[in-house]
């Protein structure tokens, strides 16, 4: 009875081993929106695009929440050291790998962000990647300083 059950226990990890780990799957996480203190001025949206399986491009952020969503890279004047920032159309995620849109680099900016998010304290975010995966996203607002969304500190008390 015991030596059966051996035999079964072997014959599992003998499969586990003949694949090449878990298979990388595309994900979106540590999403946060950080408010533009001057209400006119675009928010920054940040976040961890994990790649999946293959290679794919992300080509699209919106929200439902947000008038214009653009993606953004940052470039350096190598002469002036003046930053400025440039739309990027698609930004490739490779298979396995991480791409982070972070404060400095690749990032997203929001215009016109209502009062929903705000209040709520959390956005929601659509990603249209190149195969046609759609993920949604419930990210974290917060102020500048890292604090939750004046309007939701007013409802809270
Ligand atoms: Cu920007």
Redesign the pocket.
Known sequence: MNRRIFTVAAATSALLLGSCGPTPQLKVKEAVLTLSPVDSN?SAFHFNVYGGPEDVYLLRVSSPSAIRVEM?DVAVDPKTGAVS?MPLQRVRIPAGETVAFKKGGK?V?MWGVNLIPRRLGVIEAEFLFSNNVRILVKARVQEVDGTDPDEKKAIDG
Request: glycine share 0%; no cysteine; net charge neutral.
């Open positions: 675009p953004h920032m990032h900016m």
